[in-house]
């Protein structure tokens, strides 16, 4: 398929790129600034356009099959921006980028949307039920099949894999190769045609972790962290603590939707995935290896 990517030059658009391409899809980006000069990006059309202006997607959108919409401000930008500002990107910016998918006859909508949805009447999870309901909108009105993409915080590594990476799996962070996952999957279910004389259909997925734990099991947590961790990961604890894991907080328990079993999405990491790679590295390098590993992006 022909993808125009808006946002590409973000973090799950920089993603999304080498991997819609890697699969053999035509891409075509978009973003408000430049792209950065990489193998990622190299000789793909480019059309800059500032989405909350209502015009200048045209160009880039014309003979595209489907439309993976990212530009938003979200968690990171609270303090730094306005409701206005959440407002002119997340919603201005979702409609004029629907409607210009609409004239040039695109029917594939993936929207990134995100658990913040369930915040419904804060400045962010406001714009992303009404970014929802706006892809609903051009479903019902022009028969635009969409997947709605919610992850929950993509879990940045920084400089400390450890606690930026993996503590933050037990608590609301979700692995961004498991996001990119969600998304592709999401891009291969509408590449498939429609049933003849069906529907344009909508699907909700959550992109979050898939914990091989249960509530049952995290119920006095809050007592003994480091008894409620070797009872689900038996041999860790000396591991947690050596590596100043912190525990004092009880985990959430992610599960996969309906949405995921609609496309075919089943999220593979998690704190027991990352608890292995800890202990593998720690065994082969030792503490000064675990505490250089880093995240590319
Ligand atoms: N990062 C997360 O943890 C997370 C979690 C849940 C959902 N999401 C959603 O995923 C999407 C992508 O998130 P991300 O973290 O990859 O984004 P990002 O913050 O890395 O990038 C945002 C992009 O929007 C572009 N942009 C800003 N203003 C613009 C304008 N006026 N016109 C056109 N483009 C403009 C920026 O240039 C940038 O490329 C967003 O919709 C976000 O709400 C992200």
Known sequence: MRILITGAGSNIGKGMTARLRAAGHDIVTSDLNRLP?????????????DLQAGFGLERAVAGCDL????????????????????????????????????????????????TAWYGHYDKYGFTKRIGEELCEYHRRNHGMRYVAVRPNDLTPWGNDWVNRYGSRLLYGGVDREDVLDCIERSVAYLEAPLAEGSEAENVVVHAVRH?????????????????????????????????????????????????????????????????????RIDAEGGEATVRAVTCSY
């Open 211 to 279: 914990d091989p734990y249960t509530e049952e099991q995290l119920a006095d947590w809050e007592n003994d962290p480091q008894a409620g961790l070797e009872r689900i990961y038996p041999g860790s604890s000396a591991l947690a603590q050596k590596y100043g894991i912190s525990l004092q907080r009880k985990p959430s328990v992610s599960r996969a939707d309906e949405g995921a079993g609609i496309i075919g999405f089943k999220a593979t990491r998690h704190f027991g995935v990352f608890l292995e790679e800890l202990r």
């Open 37 to 49: 000069d990489s193998e990622t990006f190299k000789n793909l059309p480019f059309v800059q356009c």
């Open 67 to 114: 439309l993976l919409h990212l530009p938003a401000w979200h968690g990171i930008h609270w303090g730094q921006k306005t409701e206005v500002d959440y407002w002119r990107l997340n919603i201005d910016g979702t409609f004029f980028a629907l409607q210009a998918a609409k004239e040039a006859g695109v029917k594939r909508v993936v929207f990134l949307s995100s």
